[in-house]
């Protein structure tokens, strides 16, 4: 049931139907008992603009964006935290002190999923693509110190990552050894696509993090048969809804309620 007094948070992206934030919001709304809805916009390219001002006049209480409208989100805002500028982009709108915010909570959620992971300072992490969920990666992995290095098909690209995260705090990328953690920030392996060969299969004491939710790719099965950690991009979507939750409403939602409207780990 909604009041007069029910704040409105939401999405902005285009498309949004097959997202899965308004299902996670919505069970965290309701577990935390808060007087809010959180509703999918689906706004196409040339109208963000007018979206954004509108749902602002209209007194909306916190926004997260996707593809493709991050880049005009953070472009909106008044304020940008130092995450949001590190990635270039915003998935997350907030108000703070009357000034409207863009943050990136990617790279919040990467920083807190690098924890339950037990990334300690020096780690090497490997990030695989230089996209936005790259830069995400790079700023989560320069905050805990892990070094970092990127491979991409664009070796530019891959340079500009590991300059990202040596910003945010990585040391020198070297490569000695094999790194702890590669972590998959293409779309490659949702349709059966395997990773260059030194990523496939990584043995014990090493972690296969894809940032796609789907858990079955190769990258991911055949790490888990060699006696990898393997871990999918749940655990990422949940880790940055938390701290959008947390940044609107100042807490935040009951522990592991988001995950379990997942369903089944
Ligand atoms: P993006 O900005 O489009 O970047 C994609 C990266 O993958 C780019 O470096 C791109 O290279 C590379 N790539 C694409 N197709 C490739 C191919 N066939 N071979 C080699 N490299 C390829 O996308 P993104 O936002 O970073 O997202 C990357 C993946 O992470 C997506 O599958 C997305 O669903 C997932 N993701 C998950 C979460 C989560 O919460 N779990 C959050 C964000 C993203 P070029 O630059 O050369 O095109």
Partial sequence: MT????????????????SLSPTIHTVALEAAAIDAVYI??????????????????????????????????????DERTEEARGVGVANT????????????TDATGLMHVF???DIQPGDWIEIVGAGGAARAAAVAAGRCGAKVTCVARRPDRATIIQDLARAFGSPAPTR???PRMVINATPLGRYGENLDPEHMGLGPGRIALDLNYEG????????????GQAVDGKGMLVAQAEAAFARWFGHLPP??????ALGPK
């Fill in 255 to 260: 522990l592991g309620i988001m995950h379990a």
């Fill in 3 to 18: 009041t007069a007094g029910t704040k409105l948070t939401g999405l902005i992206g285009h498309p949004v139907a097959h």
């Fill in 40 to 77: 999918a916009f689906d706004v196409p390219p040339g109208q963000v603009e007018t979206a954004l001002a509108g749902l602002v006049a209209a007194g909306v209480w916190g926004l997260n964006a996707t593809i493709p409208h991050k880049a005009t989100a953070f472009a909106f805002a």
């Fill in 176 to 178: 000695q050894g094999t």
């Fill in 216 to 227: 079955n790719s190769n990258f991911l099965v055949t790490t888990r048969a060699s006696g």
């Fill in 115 to 117: 924890a339950q992971l």
């Fill in 93 to 104: 709108l907030f108000w703070q002190d009357g000034r409207l915010w863009a943050d990136n």
